[in-house]
């Protein structure tokens, strides 16, 4: 696609629900990334993917947090039992190689009631 | 590990004058690039500009350039000719090249208001 595509725009969701976020990146962009990003702060790193790959999970902040990629393309980010600090906008970028500029998607509000 | 420092939380800039956003950075990696991201008020993140550590030149994308000074280890950024739409937040970034570790380290932004 033209540009990096994040499904849903907001989601709101109650305590202890599970959510699965979906970002479309850019066509023929083998490098993905996910971020979150709390209100007045820069986007914090969660993992990365290189194709389907995923080479980098060490910003995931527990276990309820897992990210796939499975044909290369379109990622999911799934929260397992929200809790209200998970609440925040989350980031997908991608870039065309792992060292080019990346491309943000415009993002998901989360909220976590 | 890679740290970004930007000390400006909110700067002010007459319109049509120039600005300059302040950027240091920290990393033990010789390979790097730097970034810099606009977010307006809509939330989006766009890019701007890029330096890589082995550029020779000062990075320029029309108003935008960034001035690399690589033994001070900053990466500023400099807009000229301030425009209203520029009233945003900016955020530095850093992407080392060497290992696998592509993330880009964000500082935490500088809040530009272009007043008329």
Redesign the interface.
């Known amino acids: 696609g033209a540009g990096v595509s994040q499904s849903p725009r907001y989601k709101v969701t109650k305590r202890g629900q599970d959510v699965a976020l979906r970002c479309d990146p850019i066509s023929g962009h083998v490098?993905l990334?996910w971020?979150r990003q709390a209100l007045?702060?820069?986007?914090?790193?969660l993992t990365?993917f290189?194709y389907e790959a995923q080479?980098?999970k060490s910003?995931l902040p527990n276990d309820r947090f897992s990210a796939e990629r499975p044909e290369g393309s379109i990622s999911t980010l799934t929260i397992q039992r929200t809790e209200q600090r998970d609440s925040a906008?989350y980031?997908c970028?991608s870039s065309r190689t792992?060292?080019s500029?990346?491309?943000?998607g415009?993002?998901t509000r989360l909220t976590v009631v | 590990a890679q740290k970004i420092t930007q000390t400006q939380p909110g700067m002010f800039v007459q319109e049509k004058e120039a600005v300059t956003l302040d950027c240091t950075y920290d990393t033990s990696d010789q390979s790097y690039g730097l970034f810099w991201y606009k977010q307006p008020s809509s939330g989006e993140m766009i890019f701007l500009i890029y330096q890589g550590s082995y550029d020779e030149q000062n990075a320029t994308e029309g108003r935008y350039s960034l001035n690399f000074q690589k033994a001070r280890k900053s990466a500023n950024l400099v807009i000229s000719a301030s425009q209203l739409g520029d009233s945003a937040m900016y955020f530095c970034a850093m992407r080392v090249r060497s290992g696998s570790a592509r993330q880009l380290t964000f500082g935490s932004g500088t809040q530009l208001t272009v007043l008329p």
């Open positions: 490098s990334y971020y007045g702060q820069g986007p914090e790193f990365y290189n080479q980098d910003g906008m980031r970028a792992g060292t500029e990346a491309f943000f415009q993002g």
